[in-house]
């Protein structure tokens, strides 16, 4: 908004590839005692959604961006790893992004200290935007706030066969959606719209949010098939109630009395397979797709072609995951 | 600095005070997962020595001290006690403040969390006062990178019968004193002194942090004697090399083969007591003094004489825990 001028215009094609190389940067630009964590941390890759989300707001008709959004962006996805490792921590996460997690790698203490130092290095890194961008800073913390939010809901509701689908949908409007909302937002705001357009889009990375999240919520049910072979961490198993298994125990309330105890990998296994029957998989995919069709209808209103063709690319490719 | 005239002036007296129920008031200002969380935090209370050196860093001849700096010492004990929370899922610590503490009372899971919200608390705190000195959020994000660096090298030694004493004056300087240094730096800048006298009062607030965390360590020592009838978590008993030890070892060497390996609390009182008797809590305490002494040496050189006086009455008082 103000002091656009201070930013000068890159384009949009490449703008990934410049996010990545400044995330690498900066968990390379790190002292000794954090560096091995980091750069662990630097050697998975993510698919960047949130990164790709917020350069696509701020995309221009022309098919640039301001050089600000690849900071914003990178200090996005710095923000992303930090609740990841923490995550990992509150979940007990052996694997992140098909490596051991920093927590398995190095223990709990140190995945504590790498979250928090990691949460530090996103507030440095948008500093210098601050000082054109008054309030972003309080924007990242407003969104941390509404994350740790959610997860604390998601904890308290461990275990909780009763809980209702309209709780779980504030827990995930939380723990994930708000740093959808954020990226769409930041873009939206670096790119100088006026706030109207930069609600709607953060609007509309609220809804995206909604729906990655419930996806990821079927993938975690789709994939127990292969439970015997390898036991891997799941929802299930872990007495972590997701909207598949809230919409089977409401067909087959029976299923409640697994929830919250100590389940056999061949239970998981057995569940998981029932949920999945029961239809709490395809329909828990039918309400991420209202949310996709949501935040399609709020983009078509982007009145830029070009970044409404960029932002519903990007919208397909999580529909995508969600078939 | 910039927009001094924003910040209305009040008395220093009863400062702490009102820092207290911003404080108490931002721990209830929450949404019911985190409240039970956050108003047992409130339900204890700690000495606020890094408030205090704030309020008075802050305070001008006449007695009164900026507005703004009520809120700042209320940020800087909200991310005080922030570490704090994972401080005790790092060291698995069962009390905190002669009460349970958030990760004993609600798991280490909830801890983690209820941590990265009060970080975020703080930093939506300071956001208002950011508007005016813009530097002030990049270095709050700077000190807490300071402390996780400390941690991160003080979980690396846990166990480490070779750490140096300057190695451990390294992992202490971030581990506490990068926050009374910021609380001295920050009270300065919003009584809108020159950058030399910033950083002077800064510099002193360094090393008021390692003489109180070098009297920590003392304390932790002196303490042992009761272990038997009750066990409670001690830095030798962790693993936790702290300088008494340090300098015990230097003085018999075989105490290293203690360190490291799981002691009995017979053990470690006995080790304790041989710390005390070769002279590593009275030379650590030594150590401690002369920093109390570079710290007044700093102080002296205030030409406000309201200032000076309660900078050095501060610095008596920790001082004072000292001896």
């Known amino acids: 908004m103000e002091n656009m001028e201070n930013s000068a215009r890159v384009p949009l094609e490449g703008a990934l590839g410049a996010v990545r190389e400044a995330l690498r940067r900066a968990l390379h630009d790190v002292q000794p005692p954090m560096l091995d964590l980091t750069a662990h941390l630097a050697g998975t890759e993510g698919k960047n959604f949130r990164a ?9 008709e022309d098919g640039t961006i301001p050089q600000d959004a690849i900071t914003a ?7 992303h790893l930090a609740t990841l490792v923490h995550d990992d921590v509150i979940d007990d996460a052996d694997e992140r ?21 990691l949460f530090c290095k996103c507030f440095m890194m948008v500093s210098e935007l601050a000082k054109r961008y008054q309030d972003q800073y309080e924007l990242i913390a ?9 997860e604390m809901r998601q904890l308290r509701h461990n275990g909780d066969a009763a ?7 504030k827990i ?21 719209d006026e706030p109207l357009r930069v609600r709607r889009l953060a609007r509309a990375g609220h809804y995206i949010g909604m729906a990655f999240q419930l996806t990821d919520d079927c993938l975690d049910y789709e994939t127990q098939g292969d439970i015997l072979k390898k036991p891997v961490k799941n ?3 872990e007495g972590v109630v997701t909207m598949p298994l809230i919409l089977a125990m409401a067909e087959k309330p029976e299923l409640k009395e697994a929830v919250g105890r100590e389940l056999t990998p061949r239970e998981v296994a057995e569940i998981a397979a029932q949920v999945v029957a029961l239809g709490g998989v395809r329909r828990t995919r039918a309400v991420a797709q209202r949310y996709c069709d949501k935040a399609a209808k709020l983009i078509a209103q982007e009145t830029d072609g070009r970044r409404r063709e960029e932002l519903l690319a990007l919208l397909e490719k999580i529909r995508v995951r969600v078939y």
């Not at 790709?52 to 221009?60: E, F, P, R």
């Not at 407003?142 to 959610?150: E, F, M, N, P």
């Not at 809980?163 to 949908?169: C, G, M, P």
């Open 52 to 60: 790709l989300l917020l350069l696509a707001a701020a995309s221009g």
């Open 73 to 79: 962006a990178a200090a996005i996805e710095l923000l």
């Open 97 to 117: 992004r098909g490596k051991p997690s920093v927590k398995s790698r190095f223990g709990n203490k140190a995945a504590v200290v790498c979250g928090d130092y």
């Open 142 to 150: 407003r969104a941390v706030t509404k994350i740790c939010l959610g």
């Open 163 to 169: 809980l209702t689908v309209r709780r779980y949908l």
């Open 172 to 192: 995930i409007a939380g723990k994930t959606s708000a740093l959808f909302a954020l990226s769409m937002y930041s873009g939206a705001l670096l790119s100088g």
């Open 235 to 237: 929802d299930l198993a």
